[in-house]
C-alpha cells in the first residue's frame, strides 16, 4: 500500500509516492493546471504505481480551514478560492485524501524526514519572499488555538523601523523576507531597484558594503528571532529552510553567531539546515495522507 | 483520597488537601522553616485530614531539574540547594511525592481551576518582581526542549534600552516587573528612590505624570508581548496574574487595548486577569499531587 503526495505549486505540481514506511516509491512533476486536470495527471501516476494507492494529500499554498478544507485565498492558484480541493479531488480519484497548508507539509517533511529526523520536537522557520514557521511536535503542527501558531516571521526582531505587509514595524520579514532584502539594498543607494536575495547575496560576494550591510542587519533579526523562539518555545532544534538559506554563510551562519552573542539564560537549541530541497512539500503531503490512512484504520479498528 | 499540596514560601507554607475530583477539603498556612519543620506541619495537617492523604507535591521557588527533583538554586530559600525536597518529604511523609517548580504550580492551577477554567490551552503569565510565563497545554506545562519555555519576561518588546537582569536589553520585565517600574519611576525624576509597583499606581492614582508615563510604557510592554505569544503560540486564552496585575486599569486593561491596536493578522486570544489569588501555588500542587497518584494508580492497573 501507498500514499499519495501532491505539492500544488504556482507553475509546477510534483506528485510523490511514500509506501508504508514512509519511504520514495515514485516522483513526478508535472505542470501545474486546474483541478480537474490534476486530477487527471494524479490519476495516471497513481495508474502506473506498483503498489495500490489508498489516500492522497494535497498542499495548498494559500488560507485554509482546517475545520473543513475549503480555501479562503491563494494568491497564485485563484481558482481555488472558496473551493475544497480535497473533496473534488477524493471524488475523481476515488479515494480518501486531505489539504494540507503547502508550508505546514514542508515543515512536517523537514522535521520527520529532514534536517529535523529523530528529534521529535523541530522548529522549523522557511525564509522565502514571506518568513514561514511551524513547531512540529512528534510529527505534527502545533497550529494553536487559531491556526496563527509558529508566525516568527510577523515578530518585531529589526531595528530597521520599516512598516510590513502585515501593518507592524521591524518583522522579521521586512528584514530577511526576498523581495524585501532588495528593497533593504536600494534603500541603502543599490542601482538597481527589483533585486531578490540572490542579487543581494552575489553584491555581497563581490564585496558590495551595502549589501554586506543589508546580510548583517538580516543576520542579526533572524537570530533575535532564533532567541525569541528559544525562549517561548524552547525546540530541542530549529530548522533553517527556504530560498534565503541557500547562503547560509550570510544568513544562518551569521544568525546563529548573533544570537549565541545575545544569549544569556537561553539554552540555545542546535540550529541546522533544511535538507529536502524543493520535494519536501510533496514529501510532508504524503506523510499526512499515510496519516489520513492509519487514522482511518485506527477508527475502523475501533469501531 | 485526598491528595496535598505544599506551596513552599519565602516567609509562609499553604498546606491545601483536594480530593479524588479536585475539590478543596481544607487549607493551612504555618510559617516557614526547615524541610524537617515543614514535614512535621504537613504531618500534623496530614493527621487531621477527614480522608486517607495519599500523595503530596511541593513547590520550590527556584530552578529545579525535573528529571531528579534535585533544587539547583532558591534564592529565598538557600537550604533546598542541591537538596531534592519531595524526597526526604516523601521518607518523612511515608507516601509517594514529587517536587514542582512554584510558577508552574501557581499556571496549572489558574488554568485548569482559575480564569482558564475549561480551555485546555492557556498561556499564563505572572507579573510580580519577575515575570513567569507557562504554555498551559491539557492542564499541562509545555516545558520545551530544555525547560526553558515560556519565558515571555526575557523577550525584548520595551523600547527603554534598559539593560535586564538576564542581560539583554528591553525585556518586558525591565518594563512591568514590580521592582522595575520603581526603578523606572526614579529615573523619570520620582523623589522617592525605593519604590515598588503599588507606589508607582499609587501615584499615578494622584496624577503623578512620571507615573503615568512609566505604567503607559508598561502597558505598551505587555501588549507586545501578548502580540508575540499570540504570533508564536497562538493560546485560546492568556491569564494575567501577579501583584503588578492587581491594577488592571494601569497594567492589563490598556496592555490588551494596546494589542489590540498594534494587531494587524492576529486573531488575539481571550485575555484574562487570574482569580485564584495566593492559593494558586498551593491549589495547582495540589493537582500534580494528584496527577502523581494517578499516573501510578494507571501504573498499576496496566501491571
Redesign the interface.
Known amino acids: 500500500m501507498s500514499a499519495l503526495g501532491i505539492d500544488y505549486g504556482g507553475t509546477h505540481t510534483k506528485l510523490l509516492l511514500v509506501d508504508d514506511g514512509g519511504a520514495v516509491l515514485a516522483r513526478e512533476t508535472v505542470p501545474t493546471g486546474t483541478l480537474a486536470e490534476l486530477g487527471g495527471a494524479a490519476g495516471r501516476f497513481i495508474d502506473a504505481s506498483p503498489t495500490p494507492v489508498r489516500s492522497f494529500a494535497v498542499t495548498v499554498a494559500g488560507t485554509l480551514d482546517p475545520s473543513n478544507g475549503v480555501v479562503g485565498r491563494s494568491a497564485n492558484l485563484p481558482w481555488l478560492n472558496g473551493v475544497a480541493p480535497a473533496e473534488l479531488l477524493s471524488e475523481q480519484l476515488a479515494m480518501p485524501g486531505v489539504a494540507v497548508q503547502d508550508g505546514e507539509a514542508g515543515a512536517i517533511a523537514e522535521a520527520r524526514f529532514g534536517a529535523g529526523r529523530g528529534s521529535g520536537?523541530v522548529f522549523v522557520i522557511v525564509l522565502g519572499t514571506g518568513i514561514a514557521?511551524a513547531h512540529v511536535l512528534k510529527g505534527s503542527v502545533h497550529?494553536?488555538?487559531?491556526?496563527?501558531?509558529?508566525?516568527?516571521g510577523?515578530?518585531?526582531v529589526a531595528d530597521n523601523g520599516v512598516r510590513c505587509s502585515?501593518?507592524?514595524r521591524g518583522c522579521l520579514e521586512t528584514a530577511i523576507g526576498g523581495q524585501q532584502l532588495g528593497l533593504r539594498w536600494s534603500e541603502r543607494g543599490a542601482e538597481r531597484q527589483d533585486s531578490n536575495a540572490r542579487d543581494v547575496v552575489e553584491a555581497a560576494d563581490a564585496g558590495d558594503e551595502a549589501a554586506v550591510a543589508v546580510l548583517d542587519d538580516a543576520a542579526r533579526a533572524l537570530g533575535?528571532a532564533i532567541?525569541?523562539?528559544?525562549?517561548?518555545?524552547?525546540?530541542?532544534?530549529i530548522v533553517v529552510g527556504g530560498g534565503v538559506a541557500r547562503s547560509p554563510e550570510w544568513t544562518v551562519e551569521p544568525a546563529v553567531a548573533h544570537a549565541r552573542t545575545?544569549a544569556?539564560?537561553?539554552?540555545l537549541?542546535e540550529v541546522k539546515l533544511a535538507s529536502l530541497g524543493v520535494w519536501a512539500g510533496a514529501r510532508g503531503a504524503a506523510a499526512v495522507a499515510a496519516d489520513v490512512l492509519a487514522r482511518a484504520g485506527a477508527a475502523v479498528n475501533r469501531g
Chains 1, 2 share one sequence.
Not at 544569556?264 to 539554552?267: D, E, L
Open positions: 520536537d514557521g497550529r494553536g488555538a487559531h491556526g496563527g501558531a509558529g508566525e516568527i510577523h515578530v518585531p502585515c501593518g507592524q533575535r532567541l525569541n523562539v528559544s525562549a517561548v518555545v524552547d525546540p530541542a532544534l545575545e544569556t539564560f537561553h539554552v537549541p
